[in-house]
């Protein structure tokens, strides 16, 4: 019902409400009504009856008190006219019947036993099966006489409360067609503006015409209801009218910018295309500054491989002291001139974006002694000592790129060199974190020379960049180092920097981040493991150092500071269950103290090991080993040969270029009469008999005619290159089922990449010019020994002294 009520229109919700209300009051009205009707009908028949009863009681005391029943009779035949008697009874005080009436067709006459005598206080009423019952004594001087007994039945109060009823539902039925009559008028006050609300709204919805107005004639809520309504469609409107006219102005907007888009689209389009032929001839010109790069070098390298090799022949040829010294002066000039050329290469690679770092797998403490090992003679002939200091925990194998390294760390003592005049120069490597597989190392290159100002720190690493600008400058060099050193330490994930002061030296600092491989000691170390060696002589400083690498690798050692000392400590070792095995003195003890050293240590049977600088040595069972801190790789090996009883002689100075002898037969292809000239010398003087073609088609023929242990094969060759006759010889070499010949590349090409194409091309190693007699003696002892089925594998390679 309650939905149903909520589907009806505003209009019959306000009818139904307010006839609602009417008829709930008018119901509750006429059943008031009926009931206050039948109250007061029921105490009027009470009143009328007990009135009668008096009446009836009064008129019967002298019938009672005479016995005459006839009487009595006579004053109940009035009530004949009272329709609503039922019957009348009285009784004398005993019960006995003494008059009665009983109305016709009422039926029997019920048993007054069963409603109890009468009180002499007065009158009792009873109601029992529709009807009211009257008990009431009849008193003579107050002495009860009788009992009179009335019954009276509803009938007439039936009738009267019927009669009233249907007056109170005519009078309703009129109120309530009435209050219809009202409602529907009145309902019109409020339904009419929403109705009227109601019709604006389906009008503006259904035609979005919001000039739609309705009219307020109330000043109620409705009223404002309508007015805000107004006020909605106003702004509504207004806003209309500002969106219609921003649209138009958004509709010539979007047409301008459409017109501007299409011209900028071509404006894009033609820049598109000037871009991408820009962009094609950046690369046409990056590829011709690499092969710009790539023909400077080989260019420059061709001669330069004529001047240092007809250099170092000529220096192993009879001169006097001034020759050779010229010719010295000439062969550092031109290393020098090489290594300027390098590092301009190198620069211009990285600029370029065709540099790559190597990835191999290295031992990094061999690695970074032989870079020191290039310096430390230079250091010697300057008089500045060079000193090293490894962390205990630096790991044993690394991968990275060991050439770049060294590049890096031979710049800065490159740099530490020039500008330190006297004093020293230290280099500590130490592992700072490790994660995740990597490790960073740390370096420091410190010296004590003419120090930095602090105005120029900021500049230093930037490209032609010196200290000293002016002509007048006392050091040389392009400037180039350090800016190559900073942009290597970058892509190897680290960072560099500097610390100095004038006059006060400078300390270069820089970290990288490097693959570790193993942590595991020396194996070269382990035979040499419980070892037992005294030291002599040797400074505070130098005798730690020399004592935590010891004791890395297991050496038991104990330090005495003059010869007396260290006889006293070998006499006390003598008898022990693991006597000294040799004795490590510092080369900087006064020639005497070496010779005392080496006479009384003959009766001991030990050998003795100098370390450091020393132009003489004492003769026996002695060894020097130049430089501070010895190598690593030097120190175990000469301390292997101490423990197995089998020292050297004094160590000689190193052995001369040209020292191998290996009676190969080498093909030479080379165009560069020079070059030629200079290779086909140094093979005749390392024993090779040499046969020189000057073109790629040659040298093929060669090799097929011809029987040859080595192939020296230069790449750029006039007729047939390098490349393209190495393919030749290969098919060749196949086809015909005949052993692998050896090839060399030994070209000026150096750039990135050069080394994986000769090889690519099937050639088995790669020499760069300049080259020099030790780079030819690697390759023949290398080559030589592998190749199968090589008559120079049965031959015996020997070094020998000159």
Not at 39 to 67: M, P
Not at 215 to 237: P, R, S, Y
Not at 749 to 758: M, N, Q, S, T, W
Request: charged letters at 25%; one cysteine or more; glycine letters at 8%.
């Amino acid at each position: 019902m309650l939905d149903a009520f909520t589907r009806l229109s505003i209009r019959h919700k306000l009818m139904g409400i307010m006839l609602l209300t009417a008829g709930s009051v008018l119901f509750l009205a006429m059943v008031a009504m009926a009931v206050n009707e039948a109250l007061t009908l029921q105490r009027t028949t009470r009143s009328q009856l007990a009135a009668l009863a008096d009446v009836i009681a009064s008129s019967s005391r002298a019938a009672l008190s005479l016995n005459d029943p006839l009487s009595a009779l006579e004053t109940f035949d009035a009530l004949r006219s009272k329709s609503n008697i039922v019957y009348a009874v009285l009784t004398t005080p005993d019960g006995r019947i003494f008059a009665a009436y009983h109305r016709p067709g009422s039926g029997e006459m019920p048993d007054d036993s069963r409603f109890g005598p009468a009180t002499e206080g007065g009158h009792r009423f009873l109601e029992a099966s529709g009807q009211v019952h009257l008990i009431k004594p009849v008193l003579i001087e107050w002495q009860v006489v009788g009992t009179l007994h009335l019954a009276a039945d509803f009938g007439e109060l039936y009738a009267s409360l019927g009669r009233y009823m249907l007056l109170l539902a005519l009078l309703m039925l009129g109120s309530f067609i009435f209050a219809v009559l009202i409602a529907s008028k009145l309902q019109r006050i409020i339904s009419g503006p929403i109705l009227r609300l109601q019709l604006a709204m389906k009008r503006v919805s259904d035609t979005r015409d919001y000039a739609v107005r309705v009219e307020a004639d109330t000043q109620d809520e409705l009223g404002a209801l309508v007015g805000g309504f107004n006020d909605m469609l106003e702004q509504i409107q207004s806003r209309d009218g500002e969106l219609a006219r921003y649209s138009a102005r958004l509709a010539e907007d979007v047409e301008r910018r459409t017109h501007e888009l299409i011209a900028t689209n071509r404006e894009l389009q033609s820049l598109v295309v000037e871009l991408r032929e820009q962009k094609e001839r950046a690369e046409a010109a990056s590829r011709a500054k690499s092969q710009f790069l790539a023909n400077v070098s080989h260019e420059i390298r061709t001669p330069m491989n004529g001047m240092l090799g007809m250099t170092e022949l000529l220096r192993h040829t009879a001169l006097n002291e001034r020759q050779q010294q010229l010719t010295g002066l000439i062969q550092r000039s031109g290393q020098t001139l090489l290594g300027i050329i390098n590092d301009i290469l190198d620069l211009s690679r990285i600029e370029a974006g065709r540099f790559e770092l190597e990835e191999a797998d290295f031992e990094l403490r061999p690695q970074l002694e032989q870079t020191l090992e290039l310096y430390r003679e230079e250091a010697r002939r300057r008089g500045l000592e060079l000193s090293t200091r490894f962390a205990a925990h630096l790991p044993s194998h690394v991968r990275g790129d060991p050439g770049r390294l060294g590049q890096i760390l031979g710049n800065l003592l490159s740099n530490a060199l020039k500008f330190t005049p006297s004093g020293q120069i230290r280099v500590r490597v130490d592992a700072l974190a490790g994660r995740h597989g990597h490790v960073t190392l740390g370096f420091e290159v410190s010296d004590t020379g003419i120090g930095i100002a602090a105005e120029d720190q900021a500049r230093i690493f930037d490209a032609f960049t010196q200290t000293d600008p002016s002509s007048t400058r006392r050091h040389g060099g392009t400037g180039l180092g350090l800016t190559i050193a900073r942009q290597l330490v970058e892509r190897m994930g680290g960072q560099i920097g500097l610390s100095s002061a004038p006059g006060q030296g400078t300390s270069f600092w820089f970290t990288v981040q490097i693959k570790c491989v193993s942590t595991a000691a020396e194996p070269q170390a382990e035979p040499l493991r419980g070892m037992r060696v005294v030291l002599v002589g040797f400074p505070e400083a130098r005798c730690n150092e020399l004592h935590a690498r010891l004791q890395r690798w297991g050496i038991i050692d104990c330090a005495a500071d003059d010869a007396a000392s260290a006889f006293d400590r070998l006499a006390r070792q003598a008898g022990a269950s693991t006597p000294c095995g040799a004795l490590l003195a510092h080369a900087g003890l006064p020639a005497a103290t070496l010779t005392e050293l080496g006479e009384r240590l003959q009766a001991f049977e030990l050998p003795l090991l100098l370390l450091g600088d020393t132009e003489a040595a004492p003769g026996g069972r002695c060894e020097v080993l130049n430089g501070w801190p010895p190598p690593d790789a030097a120190l175990l090996a000469a301390l292997g040969r101490c423990r197995e009883r089998k020292p050297t002689a004094a160590t000689p100075p190193p052995l001369p270029a040209g020292t191998l002898r290996c009676a190969a037969r080498v093909l030479l292809a080379e165009d560069n009469a020079i070059n030629e000239e200079v290779a086909r010398t140094m093979l005749r003087e390392l024993g090779c008999t040499v046969t020189s073609v000057d073109n790629g088609r040659d040298a093929v023929d060669a090799v097929r005619d011809g029987d040859y242990d080595l192939v020296f094969m230069d790449g750029q060759m006039p007729v047939l290159d390098g490349l393209d006759a190495t393919r030749e010889i290969r098919a060749m070499e196949a086809k015909s089922d005949r052993a692998r010949t050896p090839i060399v590349a030994l070209t000026a090409h150096a750039v990135r990449g050069d080394r994986e194409r000769y090889l690519a091309a099937g050639m088995d190693d790669y020499i760069s010019k300049p080259f020099t007699t030790a780079d030819l003696q690697r390759a023949l002892a290398r080559w030589c020994r592998r190749a199968a089925n090589n008559p120079c594998s049965q031959r015996v390679i020997q070094t020998v002294r000159k």
